[in-house]
């Protein structure tokens, strides 16, 4: 099968560059890297070609994101820089000076984050119909009307906390919206006052437009199908004598807090792993302040007590002229509005598939792969539900990452219980910001008597299986399914993964060997056709990319394709820019971190990265080694990463199937490799830029041509 991309010209012999490969300067920043994905999810938000309320959810994601980014990687930043820690990472930067570039690329991309929500994407939601105003431009009516909801609402909700020599600085809890009031007291002069906003409230008010205001009752308020809006802290703010009588207002301003939300369990030190890491979710609103946002009118007084009071460097301070808190843009991107969001589209179900009255029987069919969201991830949730209901089912084992709330996996593995299955469940607990979720799975399997466990001692579990073993007229026989996403069918909709059905007698027994290491005490560490981590993984593929460099010495057809969410692992990087210099064509698609340097003379010339973002997030793992003909094909839960490769249970699995591999090949990879359209091409520098068709080529856009060609509209 032929590579997509053009072959480069092999050095003359003789002229290998020698270069160091520990030098910093041949490594990308891993936060930096990350903070250029970001900024691609940014441009998703600016690109017109996206329906307006597509690009509202990018703005939401990219808010989104950053929450994230400071309540993990900034905290871990300054906690380094605060335990006095000033020795270089890989690529050369200290902790301080990771600080510094941080903060100039999100002050530089917060301004055009408020500058596309301003100038361009609110003027065009006015013109379809969808207002959301400032609370002082609304008419009289309309203004007494939100009063009316503020006082039946929202005045019971809200406690004004005072902050003064007798009372506290109040509590800030992680990632709440506030209001900083200023209050005059005839006798005392001016107070300062810290008020919760309520999250628990419409952060987006809906109001009737003013010929509908008057005598409109103010219960039906939210359940208005208006297209007007206004911000609920410009309602509380435009309201707040009520909550101060006798007081004179002198003025308010948002502000929110983020905190260090990351977990740190020494699960080797935690006798009861659930109760630990629920008292640890709880703490994450405790957590040290790593960024106040305020709004640019703010003043410096006002300001100061925040920080004073917060124990907050200036340089976690950010001040930005557009709402604070723009994650909350989703409740726009969820309008009932279809004729502003992407077009709906029905998931392929294989014809065999859907044919067959039992999954058990399309999986002995034949091996089955599934690209969701492009297939459905009905059959997943089928083949779950039909053994849980199967009187020949014995047992059913199962790892749970990210489920989602009403999950209907854990619904049928209960069931499964109920109908006297022997039912084992890993449950991983650390899943950041799904622990409470997971948690409560937990308990909900054990009271149905699942056997649940929380993982390996000192790794997080983050493969994606699913065992069942039924008794059939010719003994007991075992069915696989393995996926490189969760078993979530809100995210399968969303996220772009791959899973493969099987019922390979090595690949069951494997996986069976695998369970049998993550619920009891086996020491299994060699498997016949997986690739697992604690294990060799590392190894595996730096194996492979030598393996490579061997064809391309012997016949100068040595090729390497990898897709995956992250490539930050400095081992597996050097591998990749030996056999560049071997002269091996390696293509990459790395939709978020990647560490490497393409197009260095004579060290990484023959390698091209590839970033696609679009609708959906790119999520799938795949390593493809041409292997002089013998092509192999792994796919999985690992990236590329350090924590992926040491201080997880991670599994790749292989395509084995030539009709399988064919497809995945021509009918993925590639057309991934080959995106002209929502692809960007990372540059030595570390910066991105778009590919756009060459030499009258046509536009592909991936994953619109796989909509197009796998699924039906």
């Not at 431009?137 to 003064?164: M, S």
């Not at 294989?350 to 034949?366: E, M, N």
Request: net charge neutral.
């Amino acid at each position: 099968m032929r590579e997509p991309s053009n072959n480069v010209q092999k050095a003359p012999k003789g002229s290998r560059q020698t270069f160091d490969l520990k030098d910093p300067l041949l490594y990308i920043n891993r936060e930096i890297s990350w903070l250029r994905f970001n900024w691609r999810v940014l441009e998703e938000a600016m690109d017109e070609r996206h329906p307006l309320l597509e690009r509202v959810k990018f703005l939401a994601i990219f808010s989104s994101n950053l929450d994230e980014f400071f309540m993990v990687r900034v905290s871990g930043l300054r906690r380094q820089v605060l335990a006095g820690i000033q020795y270089a990472s890989g690529d050369g930067m200290t902790p301080i000076d990771q600080l510094v570039e941080i903060r100039k690329i999100i002050l530089k991309d917060r301004q055009k984050q408020a500058e596309c929500w301003r100038n361009d994407i609110l003027p065009k939601l006015r013109q379809a119909g969808i207002r959301v105003f400032d609370c002082k431009a609304l008419r009289k009516n309309q203004k007494e009307l939100l009063r009316k909801y503020f006082e039946r609402e929202i005045f019971p909700i809200l406690t004004p906390l005072a902050f003064d020599p007798a009372h506290p600085f109040p509590h800030i809890s992680n990632l709440s919206l506030n209001l900083a009031v200023v209050v005059k007291d005839e006798n005392e002069g001016e107070r300062f006052a810290r008020l919760k906003i309520a999250d628990n409230l419409p952060r987006l008010v809906p109001i009737p437009d003013e010929e509908q205001a008057d005598g409109f009752e103010f219960g039906n308020l939210l359940k208005a199908k208006a297209g007007n809006f206004v911000w609920l802290e410009q309602v509380i703010a435009a309201n707040l004598d009520m909550l101060f009588p006798g007081l004179k207002v002198v003025a308010s301003y948002p502000f929110r807090i983020t905190r260090d939300a990351d977990l740190e369990i020494a699960d080797d030190e935690a006798e009861d792993l659930l109760s630990t890491i629920k008292e640890s979710v709880e703490m994450r609103h405790f957590g040290s302040a790593v960024r106040l946002e305020i709004e640019t009118t703010m003043p410096e007084k006002i300001r100061d007590i925040l920080v004073r009071n917060l124990n907050l460097d200036p340089y976690l301070v950010y001040s930005v002229d557009s709402p604070i808190g723009m994650a909350d843009l989703w409740e726009l991107a969820r309008l009932d509005r279809p004729d502003l969001k992407d077009p709906v589209f029905i998931p392929n179900v294989p014809t065999h598939v859907a044919a067959s009255k039992s999954l058990f029987d399309a999986i002995r069919q034949r091996n089955t792969i599934l690209y969701h969201p492009y297939d459905s991830f009905t059959p997943v949730i089928d083949f779950i539900r039909e053994a849980a209901q199967d009187p020949n089912v014995l047992a059913i084992k199962q790892t749970l990452y990210r489920v989602g709330a009403n999950s209907p996996v854990v619904e049928s593995l209960k069931e499964a219980r109920r109908n006297g299955k022997q039912v084992a469940v890993l449950v991983e607990l650390k899943a950041r910001f799904d622990e409470e979720n997971n948690i409560a799975w937990a308990r909900a399997l054990e009271d149905e008597g699942v056997h649940v466990v929380y993982g390996v001692l000192g790794l997080k579990t983050h493969a994606k299986l699913l065992l069942v073993v039924r008794r059939e007229h010719d003994g007991i026989m075992q069915y696989v399914h393995m996926s490189t996403g969760n078993y979530n069918p809100v995210t399968s909709r969303i996220y772009a993964d791959m899973g493969l059905f099987t019922c390979d007698p090595d690949i069951a027994s494997d996986v069976s060997d695998l369970f049998n290491f993550l619920t009891g005490y086996s020491k299994k560490n060699s498997y016949r056709k997986l690739i697992v981590t604690p294990g060799p993984m590392r190894d595996e593929i730096i194996s492979r990319i030598d393996r490579e460099i061997k064809h391309q010495s012997r016949h100068g057809n040595g090729y390497i394709a990898f897709k995956l969410n992250s490539l930050v692992d400095n081992k597996c990087i050097r591998a990749l820019y030996r056999a560049s210099q071997a002269g091996v064509k390696i293509d990459l698609q790395v939709r978020g971190i990647c560490c490497l340097r393409p197009g260095i003379p004579g060290l990484s010339d023959t390698i091209s990265v590839t970033s696609v973002v679009g609708r959906f997030l790119e999520h799938t793992r795949i390593y493809y080694f041409r292997n002089g003909g013998n092509e192999e094909i792994y796919l999985g839960s690992a990236d590329l990463m350090p924590r992926n490769l040491d201080r997880r249970v991670e599994v790749l699995f292989p395509v084995t199937d030539p009709g399988l591999k064919k497809m995945i090949v021509e009918n993925i990879l590639f057309i991934h490799l080959k995106d002209n359209v929502k692809a960007r091409k990372l540059l030595t520098d570390g910066t991105y830029e778009w590919v756009r068709p060459v030499d009258g080529n046509p536009e592909l856009n991936s994953q619109l041509w796989l909509i197009e060609h796998r699924g039906s509209s």
